[in-house]
């Protein structure tokens, strides 16, 4: 068995496993998702879904990966015992690499956001110029600056190694993030439509449950564990022996449920106690929620607060789909940490310029019929579904 780096805590493998699931489709695509389809009743399936389907998945992932030490496509030789199946892991690592591509550039709109609200520049748009703000932020050049600069702090961290940067990191920023979430619940439940916000969240109508409310839900479930991927695969090759399985797996699905109901208590109190529309989609993030904190005592530090939420979140997510490439490329090509990580960077660098960009200047570049940035968002999910089927 090859000498293989592992994590030195229970705490840490719990950090760096819920934060590989916690992300940007906890924060900011269930509250978007449960909103579009009726709430309570979106949330009951995507508990389903998470406890039925995510756990056992979970766990899987994490057998395969500590039994054989090694990266995705190591783990699928090692169970098979031929290269039948590389062809899965090799589609795995494109995925990630493409993902990643996408996911660091609307992580790069939650640092643009995030300095705008320090200097108090968002507070002082109005309400019916948010859209237009917006737009022409991402349509512009600065989306892709930030963009550059999120995939340099990832790439700082991942140099730094499993222990003393991976699990560093996320032994810090995961406390940070609860401890900002619950500071906003605190906010949100002290609001005057706490009521309405909590009974769209936790009432369920029955009626509500549609064929596309279920296959919504468990597209969530599978987009906020991050299963189906080989992140929970590569993080587990890092396990001790000790580590125990089904405990980690199921710590790990609680607590990024936990953030994404957090994050539903958060918003829809907020947007039903200033008459927002909780149908928002993917726009309440950055457009309702601006106009919410500006009516709040402090808007600029609550906003600040937020998207510095996001951020770290974002980068918990983005640590976990590098490492698939990183794993991969020092396990079969001997690569050192540092030139994988370098390589990896500037593939993500120019496929995310492209995305960037396709929101303006190459907004009329597509692959087929889809949009540059399209085609990278529809990959995560046609991923997943195609693993859960295998």
């Keep these: 068995m090859n000498r293989r780096a592992q994590f030195a805590t229970r705490m840490g493998v719990v950090a760096t496993t819920v934060g590989s699931a916690v992300g940007l489709g906890n924060i900011w695509r269930f509250p978007y998702e449960a909103g579009s389809h009726g709430g309570g009743a979106f949330l009951l399936c995507y508990l389903f879904f998470i406890f039925v389907i995510g756990v056992p998945v979970i766990s899987a992932e994490f057998v395969m990966g500590r039994a054989s030490r090694s990266g995705i496509i190591g783990s699928f030789r090692c169970h098979s015992g031929s290269r039948r199946w590389d062809w899965i892991g090799y589609s795995s690592i494109l995925a990630a690499i493409l993902i990643l591509s996408f996911y660091s550039v609307v ?37 892709v600056w930030w963009m550059l600069v999120f995939l340099l702090i990832n790439a700082l961290v991942l140099l730094g190694g499993v222990k003393k940067g991976i699990e560093r990191m996320s032994n810090i920023l995961m406390p940070l993030l609860f401890l900002i979430l619950l500071v906003f619940c605190v906010n949100s439940l002290l609001m005057s439509g706490v009521a309405e916000g909590l009974a769209f969240l936790f009432s369920p109508d029955f009626s509500a449950i549609t064929p596309g409310v279920v296959l919504g839900a468990m597209g969530q479930a599978f987009f906020s564990l991050s299963i189906g991927l080989g992140c929970m695969m590569t993080y587990a090759s890092y396990f001790s022996d000790r580590t125990p399985i089904v405990k980690s797996a199921t710590t790990t699905a609680l607590l990024d449920t936990l953030v994404a109901v957090l994050s539903g208590v958060i918003i829809f109190p907020a947007v039903f106690s200033f008459g927002m529309e909780a149908e928002a989609g993917p726009r309440l993030v950055f457009e309702v929620l601006p106009s919410v904190f500006g009516r709040l005592s402090g808007s600029d530090v609550w906003s600040a607060l937020f998207f510095f939420l996001l951020a770290l979140a974002s980068l918990t997510s983005t ?72």
């Design 107 to 143: 992580a790069g709109w939650t640092m643009e956001y995030t300095c705008e609200s320090v200097i108090g520049r968002l507070g002082d748009v109005a309400d019916d110029a948010r859209h237009d703000r917006f737009d022409g932020f991402i349509s512009g050049w600065g989306s």
């Design 319 to 390: 640590i976990s789909m590098s490492e698939i490439f990183i794993s991969f490329a020092c396990d079969e090509f001997r690569m050192s940490r540092r030139t994988a990580t370098v390589l990896l960077t500037l593939i993500a660098m120019s496929l995310g310029t492209l995305c960037a960009l396709s929101f303006g200047p190459l907004r009329d570049f597509t692959l087929g019929v889809k949009r540059f940035s399209t085609s990278l968002t529809m990959c995560r999910a046609t991923y997943c579904s195609r693993s859960a089927e295998w």
